[in-house]
């Protein structure tokens, strides 16, 4: 069992260093790159560390740490995952120091998972619009949860983000809310806004509608409270769902 001996929290008041013993089995590739590199410096301290580019192989300091109490009752181990989770997307743990790459650096440039955050602005999306998604169901499920963290590789949220869509302009919306007159397109769009459902575009030209994914609309619309029977949402004055 490999282990390194880390002193990741602040100093206790009577100035007291605190080391632990960190099991880097237990970490993913991410976080033992964390562990790893700080292992190199003579103190095992938090210390700034090199990120280097998967794709370009550029170099980047990084020492972004967080506070970490003397007292915390948080593990290391969750410490260090939930610091290696400001990495950005496409970056990883190089090491300390040019001439000192950390030994799994191979394992670490593969560890390329999507936090919350990154899929979201991967996605263009709202906090409002991820929430409301989400409880639609409509969004993929995570690839694996770290600390109970949800995370998604690049390829999930590609996939989803490039799925085949039929864009619906805001008149076909509201055609199948079944609103009409001629304040139907502005009742449409308000409910759309309260709804949060994600804008995917407009139609070209000084008037042109905006466009939305008919099956995210469907979707939101489905998951709202009365939608019909086991909330299933009305089409032709029909429940669509069973």
Known sequence: MATVSLSLRASAPNGDEVYEDIDLAALTPRARALAEALAQSSLGKRVRVLMQHADTGELLGWSGWSHYPHDSTMPAITYLERESR??????????????RPIPSLAEAAQDQYLTRATAMKDL?????EWDALRRAKHLPKPDRYIEGQPEWTPQTIEAYRTRPVEAWPLSRVADWLGYTGPSANSTARRQLGRWSVPKLGRLPGRGGETLYAEDQVKAIKGSQPGSGRRKAPREGGKFTGA
Do not use: F, N, R
Not at 86 to 99: M, N, R
Not at 124 to 128: A, E, H, M, S, V
């Open 124 to 128: 263009d999306l709202t906090p409002d």
């Open 86 to 99: 400001k990495i950005a997307p496409g970056w990883h743990v190089y090491g300390t120091s040019v001439d």
